[in-house]
């Protein structure tokens, strides 16, 4: 038999793809139980508003209405998905502190009666002045989102390393740039929904979530129930990307709408309500100070960011030490100093988004170092190869990496743009090429809540008679294909084969423990898990064929199904069936299980848990893009995308979540934005006026690895969905600066922004 891994490496077809593509999948809005209500949620009108008083009395008289209820019917324990600050309630209480912020709620025999009771609630409002911009949130002054949180402001970092004065004085040259983010959403297909069934003190709750494991924990708290007596089940997830990783009202309010009426409820957002949940990108300014010695490489860094965080914390306070703390990994420097806050405004709140605080800094910091290279007359890709992370090295402020290729992936990515040959001969006129460099957690080292559970744990089952395998987990696939890799890594551990797995998961009641789909953490994490349950079954396996063929375990092997001789190749093998058939006739259910805890990492100062990672993937992208002077559209003509992602499991998987990172950070850079009017109000909540890119817009990809193997995972494993939206922002700004001679600090950089930045520049010269 050969040494090549049967599985693993292989672009297997996706275990759900026939159900997706045939429309047989059930999301949660397909579910449907018999004598169903449908619930809504009213939302405030006000960015920012004292409750007087409601009255739902009309609302009740209503024929279809079968309960109303306000913050006096629900728990008034203060809710989030990060400990550090709760300050969120199912229903608010005293004060509304958002345009769509959540006031009341009812349950109905259909959606149309929601709307109609929605319309007969009363509610009289004190209208307060609100914070529509976080620029001035901490102001002198200004209204305070939350009382007990002086000058707005909801996270303080303040973190030093090295002697950053000493740096700046010693430097050849220093630099300082200012960018601006702006706030973006996420975006899934699927809104959000959740089906409530609260029946004999037990709840089970039907969600598109991110985290079943998080929705257990969090609603049990809310309720005061025993984990238990909550049950939650994900069924077919249609994207998340950072969104759906917190309970929302839908949850809550759900639960308590069924246990008042005694029947299943579902509710669910409309596309406008999604962005008024928001959780999606923050918006912020970014202030850079970097300090170089003469041939570029350098000596220190000052950050200073300040973040938009809307009225409730989310997962901000990880977000705001993401901004800084990532910053370390791709270039190697010794003195760097990182201060930023997280201001609260009367806007709705921000969250996790697909490299979790990350691009947006990056963007800034990709930028800020293409203009130090341009002033030292430094090609941008040699500026960035002196700087390059190298194997085996610990950041500034302690993350450790072991596996690291980022010089492999700038010499792959000057090869494959044909960038030095571009560069000097020239491009076109109107064309410019840009690049930019990535890094992101391969799983985060530390839950979100204070638990000693393992971060990952798998059950395998074999079927009696030996023709298929049940994969049973609580990772969550939530569109990226993880139930499909962790069956290859499943199989490839067993010696089975691919296309005899099945896999059971996301359901609190009948899958073991996991944290689910966030931080990029699947396959590491419950890659380990699985390996081990897998390679538990294999042990099994061997020691039951040993004595079926009369031959010592250790001389025997299982590769795709077939248990062999390994020192006698004469020997006629065994299939897995009967093997594992005769397993158990003899001896009971073959089951394997496993579990995964990631060792203790990072230093002791404060916020040193954020950030920290088993292992850590990097990469380099690159754009070619072409303005239309006239009119400052900008056309793509190719990006390229080279990872050192580890072992790839499954190649065309891993493609999938490169294009669709692409797709996304392009969005960000040139169109989407989510826009407020002068009250705190929505002005572009659907997917018409908020602008994402079509299929027509993507350029041509080209995307390709570097040989990487990371040592503490399993087969070597890293992530890349994540991770490859972090340099996009980057590399698309150098490009256009490229192309323009002129920059545009501020995202998104639209046509019109290109436009107006090429005019003034044609002014200039002039003159």
Not at 183 to 208: C, F, G, M
Request: proline fraction near 5%; aromatic fraction near 10%; charge should be neutral.
């Amino acid at each position: 038999m050969s040494n090549e891994y049967s599985v693993i490496g292989k672009s297997k077809p996706r275990i759900d793809g026939r159900e997706k593509v045939t429309g047989a999948a059930r999301y949660c809005g397909d579910i449907k139980f018999p004598n169903m209500l449908y619930g809504k949620i009213l939302h405030s009108p006000y960015a920012h508003a004292r409750i007087i008083s409601i009255d739902t009395s009309e609302a009740e008289k209503l024929p279809g209405v079968k309960a109303v209820i306000t913050a006096k019917d629900v728990p008034d324990l203060k809710y989030g998905i990060s400990p550090a600050r709760w300050d969120e309630n199912i229903l608010c209480i005293d004060k509304v502190r958002y345009v769509g912020d959540k006031v009341a709620a009812v349950a109905c025999v259909d959606e149309e009666t929601c709307y109609k009771a929605l319309k007969l609630i009363k509610v009289e409002y004190e209208v307060l002045p609100a914070v529509l911009d976080y620029r001035h949130a901490m102001d002198e002054g200004m209204p305070l989102v939350h009382e007990n949180f002086p000058r707005n402001i909801n996270t303080e970092i303040h973190q030093e390393f090295g002697d950053i004065e000493k740096a700046f004085a010693e430097a050849y040259y220093v630099r300082e740039d200012v960018f601006v983010g702006q706030r973006t959403y996420q975006s899934p297909i699927e809104p959000h929904s959740a089906i409530s069934i609260w029946k004999d003190n037990k709840l089970t709750v039907y969600s598109s979530t991110q985290s079943v494991h998080y929705f257990q924990y969090y609603i049990a708290r809310e309720f005061g129930l025993k984990m238990g007596d909550v049950r939650v089940i994900k069924p077919y997830v249609g994207g998340g990307f950072g969104g759906k990783l917190e309970p929302t009202g839908l949850e809550f309010c759900g639960a308590v709408l069924s246990k008042i009426t005694g029947r299943p409820v579902k509710m669910f957002y409309d596309r406008d309500e999604m962005f008024m949940h928001n959780r999606g990108r923050h918006q912020g300014t970014y202030y850079i100070k970097t300090g170089v010695d003469k041939d570029g490489r350098i000596l220190g860094v000052h950050t200073k960011f300040l973040l938009d965080g809307g009225a409730y914390t989310s997962l901000g306070v990880a977000t705001a030490y993401y901004a800084g703390a990532l910053l370390t990994l791709t270039y190697d420097f010794e003195n760097y100093k990182f201060d930023l806050y997280r201001v609260y405004t009367n806007l709705p709140a921000c969250g996790a988004q697909r490299g979790h605080g990350a691009p947006q800094p990056k963007y800034a910091f990709e930028s800020h170092l293409d203009n130090i290279a341009k002033e030292l007359g430094i090609d941008p890709i040699e500026i960035r190869l002196r700087n390059a992370r190298k194997p085996n090295t610990v950041t500034i402020n302690g993350f450790g990496i072991q596996s690291c290729e980022l010089k492999a992936c700038l010499e792959k990515a000057a090869e494959l743009t044909n960038w030095r040959e571009k560069k000097a001969k020239g491009l076109p006129k109107g064309r410019g090429i840009g690049i930019a460099t990535g890094a992101f957690v391969t799983g985060a080292g530390y839950p979100i809540y204070r638990t000693d559970l393992p971060h990952a744990s798998a059950l395998i089952r074999v079927h009696e008679d030996g023709t298929a395998a049940t994969l049973y987990t609580m990772a969550c696939d939530i569109g990226q294909g993880s139930d499909t890799v962790l069956c290859q890594m499943a199989a490839e551990a067993m010696g089975y084969r691919y296309e005899n797995m099945k896999i059971v998961s996301g359901d609190t009641e009948t899958t073991p423990h996991d944290f689910g789909a966030y931080s990029s953490r699947i396959t590491l994490m419950s890659g380990w898990a699985v390996k081990r349950a897998g390679e538990e079954i294999k042990k099994q396996i061997l020691e039951m064929a040993a004595t079926m063929m009369n031959l010592p375990p250790e001389d025997l092997d299982c590769k795709d199904g077939l248990v062999f001789s390994i020192s006698r190749p004469n020997v006629t093998p065994l299939t897995f069936e009967e093997v594992a058939r005769r397993f158990f006739v003899l001896r009971g259910p073959l089951v394997g299980k496993g579990s995964y805890t990631p060792p203790r990492l990072g230093g002791n100062f404060k916020g040193a848990a954020v950030g920290t990672s088993p292992a850590y993937s990097f990469n380099v992208q690159a754009a070619e893009v072409e303005i239309d002077e006239e009119t400052g559209e900008i056309k793509v003509i190719e990006a390229w995308d080279i990872h050192d992602c580890g072992k790839v499991i499954n190649p065309l998987l891993m493609q999938g979540q490169v294009h669709g990172a692409i797709y996304m950070g392009m969005g960000e850079t040139v169109w989407e934005e989510v826009v407020f009017d002068k009250n705190g109000r929505i002005l572009n909540p659907n997917l018409s006026d908020y602008r994402l890119p079509t299929a027509l817009d993507m350029p041509k990809l080209t995307i390709a690895n570097v040989e990487s193997y990371e040592p503490v995972a399993p087969w070597g494993v890293k992530e890349v969905g994540e991770g490859s939206t972090n340099p996009t922002m980057g590399a698309f700004r150098n490009a256009i600066f490229d192309a323009m001679g002129v920059s545009v600090n501020s995202l998104p950089l639209t046509y019109e922004k290109v436009w107006r930045a090429l005019k003034e520049k044609r002014e200039k010269e002039k003159k």
